[in-house]
């Protein structure tokens, strides 16, 4: 089976929310020398295809389409046993939205050979858009399966156990498929070892233009954008202490009624 | 000159990081607490390639730089002191040696399960009689016939519960003094050698500390290491390399004192602020980052002139002495900075303090370390 698997490379979610700033006229977060990290939906995603391909044989190839430092991404890809990764990075593609991203992904993906299977994180550490895998699904003309959190491969046949707000569905299908992963017990990502990392940080990476792929810049970047981003302000953390007064009992009864109010239960 | 890392020393880091954060951070407390060896988490870093990270991959080892191997052992001791320690001894004080002094078949025989985490290695250099004065060695290695009979007792022992290979000093001819000192492989369950005690201790206490034993212990002469007569050398060559590893362990803990000490000072309020806002506080958070990022550089440039292939004794021994020392000074002002916090056991900076403590004994004392690097001014 041959696999792509679609990572973002994103600012460390795990940042502490004290170094989190937006630079307020782009609407965006500031970089500010802060670590990148795969979106951690993606790895779920790469852990799925690598799992499958010791099951099933075939090969596996990251792909990514953001800035040039992406490139560490993608090595960390092929350091966790990917077999080949390419990174699309042109300036047309800045400040795109998920349908820009999605037409030069899916030009990527056939310039790496028609695949079977074309994972992708089930939402992004940052956005969180969950847009890009069904856009990119119905830009390559294939069925999509979302929010997916295991797969088994038998006789060249998908089976998918797809979470929904009730519990979860199984769906079976037949390749080729776009499924959006989500984290589960059974694809922790692997942690990639030193020889790996070492082998990897020698291997050359394709870095692809907008032009390479040839593709028509016309829907991407910003001025193709057809969602915008209104307002991005940072939660207002605030903390309050109320002392309920009466009996116990009362006090409950009261402590419920607050926080039946506020939703909280 | 440039002090970044380079792209695969960076990719180095997050992986060891994250792997130190997600898998041994969380069992540190409990690994202090009972006393109890992180096996799994030596079986995981076996398997990583962290117990072998400079051994070329020939060797069952990661071929990584030295570099790196200090970026691990920061970011391993960062998060489990003890786990820092187990896994320097075994890379620096064992697999280097073994892979530097040994011949083929040792290299085969010993260094490819060490290197691959699938065997531990310990160093048995100190005595009760022998511990800075490491040339006057008591235990014997007596020739007899294709065999060596070793006896003697050695102190001190890192790993000495848990290993399978020890490699053991012991004199040929102590008439001979440092020059009959020579080392040999030997296997644990090898008849005539026994853990005769393990030590109870106030940090690190997740590593096994233990007295040997060898009482007429035949050692075939394949396991000779080196020369005969050469094992001061190997020793002291040895220490060179540890020291840069124990020195990356006291950066690890002195950051990790220094970072819960930011957290808590911007948690903790005191007079309707948080004691972050305090000039007080603030010069001490100041004093600590500013030496743990001097004691890391340190242990960056002997490990970068062990990568060049240049002397670094000297170096080693500056990057010891200076991180030990601030391993100390960090750990206690954390302590005061989280008041009487600090000195229960709720709280970590108090396993810091006791962790750091021993950075200034083993591996050569800081008064020892003083005597090396005087000793390279003053030729």
């Known amino acids: ?16 929310a004290s170094q989190f700033k937006i630079d307020p006229a782009f609407k965006r977060q500031r970089p500010n020398g802060h670590p990148l990290v795969i979106s951690p939906y993606d790895e779920n995603a790469l852990e799925v295809a690598l799992k499958l ?41 800045d400040g795109s939205d998920a349908f820009g991203l999605a037409a030069a992904l899916a030009r990527g993906i056939q310039k790496l050979g028609t695949p079977d299977l074309v994972l992708c994180g089930c939402e992004s ?6 847009t890009v895998g069904p856009i990119l699904a119905e830009a390559l003309k294939i069925a999509c399966v979302s929010f997916v959190a295991q797969v088994d491969a038998q006789d060249g046949r ?45 291997r050359s990476i394709p870095t692809w233009s907008v032009a390479d792929l040839g593709v028509e810049t016309g829907g991407m970047g910003e001025a193709a954008i057809r969602t915008e981003v209104e307002q991005l302000t940072l939660p207002s953390r605030e903390s309050r202490c109320e002392l309920l007064d009466g009996e116990p009992s009362q006090q409950v009864a009261t402590l419920i009624t607050k926080l039946r109010e506020r939703k909280a239960i | 000159m440039d002090f970044g890392l380079s792209p695969r020393q960076q990719a180095f880091q997050d992986m060891v990081r994250e792997f130190a954060e997600k898998e041994v951070a969380p069992r540190a407390p409990a690994v202090d607490t009972e006393a109890c060896f992180p096996a ?39 998060a489990c002191a003890s786990t820092g320690v187990i896994m320097s001894i075994n890379n620096s004080m064992v697999c280097d040696l073994i892979y530097t002094f040994g011949n083929e078949e040792q290299k085969r025989r010993f260094l490819i399960p060490l290197a691959r ?19 006057n060695l008591r235990a014997t290695a007596l020739a007899d016939g294709d065999h060596f009979v070793l006896n003697g007792v050695k102190n001190f022992i890192t790993n000495g519960k848990e290993a399978d290979v020890a490699i053991v000093f012991a004199t040929v001819d102590r008439r001979l003094k440092h020059k009959g000192i020579s080392a040999f492989v030997v296997e644990k369950g090898t008849p005539g050698f026994q853990v005769l005690k393990e030590e109870d201790k106030l940090g690190i206490r997740g590593t096994s ?33 540890g020291r840069i590893g124990i020195a990356a362990q006291a950066v690890g803990i002195a950051r990790a004192a220094l970072e819960a000490s930011l957290r808590y000072a911007q948690g903790r309020v005191q007079f309707g602020r948080p004691i972050a806002a305090f000039q007080a506080i603030q010069f ?56 009487g916090y600090g000195y229960i056991t709720d709280y970590p900076v108090q396993r810091h303090f006791r962790d750091a403590k021993v950075t200034e004994i083993y591996e050569g004392t800081s008064e020892i370390q003083r005597l090396v690097i005087a000793g390279h001014l003053l030729g």
């Open chain 1, 1 to 16: 089976m041959r696999i792509v698997v679609c990572v973002k490379q994103i600012i460390d979610p795990e940042l502490a």
């Open chain 1, 53 to 93: 391909r010791e099951k099933t044989g075939g090969t596996v190839a990251v792909l990514s389409a953001g800035e040039p430092s992406a490139i560490s991404a993608l090595r960390k890809g092929l350091a966790m046993g990917a077999d080949e990764a390419a990174l699309i990075s042109d300036p047309a593609l």
């Open chain 1, 125 to 130: 550490g940052d956005w969180a858009d969950r």
């Open chain 1, 158 to 202: 998908l089976r998918m156990r797809r979470v929904v707000e009730e519990g979860y569905e199984i769906w079976e299908g037949a390749p080729p498929l776009l499924l959006t992963i989500l984290s589960h017990e059974s694809n922790v990502p692997r942690y990639p070892k030193v020889k790996d990392i070492m082998t990897a940080s020698r």
């Open chain 2, 40 to 78: 799994q988490t030596i079986r995981m870093m076996g398997e990583l390639g962290l117990m072998g990270v400079v051994i070329p991959e020939e060797y069952g080892g990661a071929g990584a730089d030295t570099i790196c191997y200090v970026i691990a052992i920061e970011e391993i001791s960062r």
């Open chain 2, 117 to 135: 985490g699938e065997k531990l290695g310990c160093f048995c250099l100190s005595e009760p009689d022998a511990g800075s004065d490491a040339g």
């Open chain 2, 209 to 241: 500390t233990c007295q040997f034993l060898f009482e007429d212990c035949r050692i075939p002469h394949a396991n000779l290491l080196g020369d005969i007569g050469e094992g001061f050398r190997i020793a002291m060559v040895s220490l060179d390399g």
């Open chain 2, 284 to 339: 001490l958070l100041a004093d600590m980052a500013t030496r743990v990022d001097a004691a890391r550089l340190l242990t960056y440039r002997a490990a970068s002139l062990r990568d060049c292939g240049a002397p670094c004794a000297k170096e080693g021994s500056m990057a010891k002495l200076s991180a030990s020392e601030v391993a100390m000074w960090v750990s206690t002002k954390a302590i005061q900075i989280y008041g």
